[in-house]
């Protein structure tokens, strides 16, 4: 039995793993893929675009082979003599045709594709063109996490060629860096619109028609309350209540059925069954005969949910205005939680790191498919909001000091700026090495991992 156990929760680490770094390689894809198309499209030249952070495995490059063909082009001239006499005093026109061939070399060009096996360079032939050493390698790396893009003059070399990033103006190199974030918002924007055509839980009327799967859940448990004790928590589905029929109806189908069975049952032990996740289980707990307005005698909040789809052309609208929702929600809690620190206030910073969200992808793992791209759009928003923040070493912090150069109307000196950015990115990895070591505590990670294997 241990063993079985044992099994079963090694499928489900090795589910989570797959899953978290299946969603952390898009979103950094996606986000990389931004930078590259941008760059590429305003003649910047990219020396490589790869899937999976390096060592290389294998890269591709494409090259245009010149070669120069021989080829003959024969033309038929036509030379005519008149007024021929045939000796009996008839004149006639005799008619000489004679071929010319010309050998002429045609130039031929054929675009084919250079394998590179690791961190070697492609081998160029003869026929190559010159700008075949200008091309972009397309590699696959061994880190599947994500992707990368390297830009000619990303870090302020070759100014004064035409093809490098520092060469270009400000305006062009702004819509480079922020390229990454809004291809993020664009991947929120597709996974839930995706969500909305396969089915999303969303609470729904009494009266309502065209949904499934309709439930009663939990929306707040108040603090202190009856229900609290009962370990009741929100997102909990309520299955009905266990006793005999005089004093329960089994199953409740309506909230009004909970109401019902709470009020007829305030001052006496009830047994409420609930559904949380995929665990089936009995809560007991005494309703409050006395408690303050609006909490109830339980001190809950409910709401009825159920699995409703849109057509297509109804989920991309909807998913449109539910990515802006949620990019303003974000995007204003975090200028909330500056002001708060600023002005001296106490705020309640509650941050992920890595260990973090592999958490919280096994949690969204066994809830489901739909459930999973939720959380993938979820994560791909704060991803684009804190790569565009003005801090140093992130794309915002980039941008940042390109409008200080229009500001100034010189560039900053490149010592100043890495000096920056190098500090910013000290403090991020110090930033995630406490999130991470927080998180361990929280989740008791290690001790979850020690029980798998």
Known sequence: MKLIKLKVNEAKFM???????????LLIFVHELGHFLVARKNGIRVYEFGFGFPPRIFG??????????????????TDQIEKISDGQGQEII??????KVTELDEVKREKKWKFIWGRGKPEHSHHDTVDAEKSTIYSVNWIPLGGFVRIKGEEGSHPDEPDSFSSRSAWTRIKVLFAGVVMNFILAWILISIVMMLGIPEAIDENARNFRDAKIQIGQVVAGSPAEKMGIKPGDEILGCVGSADICNSNFTQITDLQNFINNNKGKEVTIKIKRGKSVMDLTGIPRTEYPENQGALGISMVKTAIVKYPWYEAVIKGFTSTVDIITLIFTTILSLIKGLFVGQKVALDVSGPVGIAYLTKQVTELGFV????????????????????????????ILFILIEKIKGSPVSSRVENFFHTLGFVMLIILMIVVTFKDVLRFEIMQKIANIF
């Open 371 to 398: 459930y999973i791209l939720q959380f993938a759009a979820f994560l791909s928003i704060n991803l684009g909001i804190i790569n565009g923040l003005p801090f140093p070493a992130l794309d915002g912090g980039r």
């Open 94 to 99: 005799r008619e000489v045709i004679t071929d």
């Open 15 to 25: 589910l989570t793993a797959l899953v978290f770094i299946i969603i952390l390689g």
């Open 60 to 77: 591709l490059k494409p090259v245009v082979e010149q070669r120069i063909e021989k080829i003959v082009v024969q033309e038929e001239t």
